[in-house]
């Protein structure tokens, strides 16, 4: 959080740690991968790296956020899961050690026309039913045959994404596994298939490396399961302060447009918080605890503040307020901007 607002955000990396015991729970048999991309979710790549020593590697989408690793001292393997886009990028990849994951015919080609003898690993993506990236299953075959033919390629790994995870229900889940158990048996790659929604549905079991993201900053990946029932810390504590306190008569409007009216005389609450610090523009009636206690928000959110609805609740300016954390869980607001909580926990951090 930039230190010129009023809004803060506090990382309890105890709970970090806390969650990513959990992926050891339910992943016993797997190396692990977090996923620290977009800053680590926003609650800072560095030091989230640095907290999680007893994992395997790290997972991150471009190189940018895997040359901040290594130029401060992190060694372990970090996968790039949007790969290269070009030549420059492949041979910085090389010299830092880090491992690719293609999923496109010209990365291959750029793979096939290196003239180097560095070692490298590489994991290759296939489109099991995610639509996103990664290979054809046609064409997964020869891209095998290509790959196994470069001589300075160390390991290979196949890699795909769940498209439902969230929903362990849903009938692609399986079929992606299908397809990618076939594929598996064709090659003797290193594995990686399961996100955090996947890890703990437990929906593919067998595999060498899994992928957790959400699930280590306290957030739950799976519809219709608080973070709390799954064993999950919040990591990232949103606050600000309670700037004032208005007596508002039955009639009388807040905020822009008018479109929240007040049903009796009520007591409102003035927040040094808005969209210009991340907080979803979008949030309607979305919990918040002023001083421990648990309200709602009313009418829009501004740029720097929002109103919320006091009755019942003993307060005073300069209470410290939780727009998310402890007492509320960040999936709750996102459930109340139509959104996710990767978004809310990106946005701010």
Known sequence: MRSYRAANVFINLDALKHNFQQVKIWAPNSYIMPVIKSNAYGHGILQVAETLTQADGFAVAQISEAQVLRDNGI?????????????SQLN??????LRPVISQHWQLDLLESLMQNLPIDIWVKINTGMGRLGFSLSDA?????RLEKIKFI???????????????????NQKQIEHFVDLSKQVCFETSASNSAAIISGLLTEQDWVRPGIMLYGASPIQGKAASELQLKPVMRLTAELIALNQLKQGQTVGYGDVWVCPENMLIGIVNIGYGDGYPRHAHAAPIAVNGQRCKTIGRVSMDSIAVDLRGIQAQCGDMVECWGEKIA??????CADTIA????CNVG
């Open 342 to 345: 990767y978004e809310l926990l």
């Open 330 to 335: 960040v999936d709750e607001v996102a459930a």
């Open 141 to 145: 075959p020869l891209i095998f045959q």
């Open 75 to 87: 060694k372990k393997p970090i996968a790039i899961l949007q790969g290269f886009s070009n030549i």
């Open 92 to 97: 910085d990849i090389i010299k830092q050690e």
């Open 154 to 172: 160390n390991k290979l790994g196949l890699m795909m994404h769940f498209a439902n995870a969230d929903e362990p229900q849903h009938i692609s």
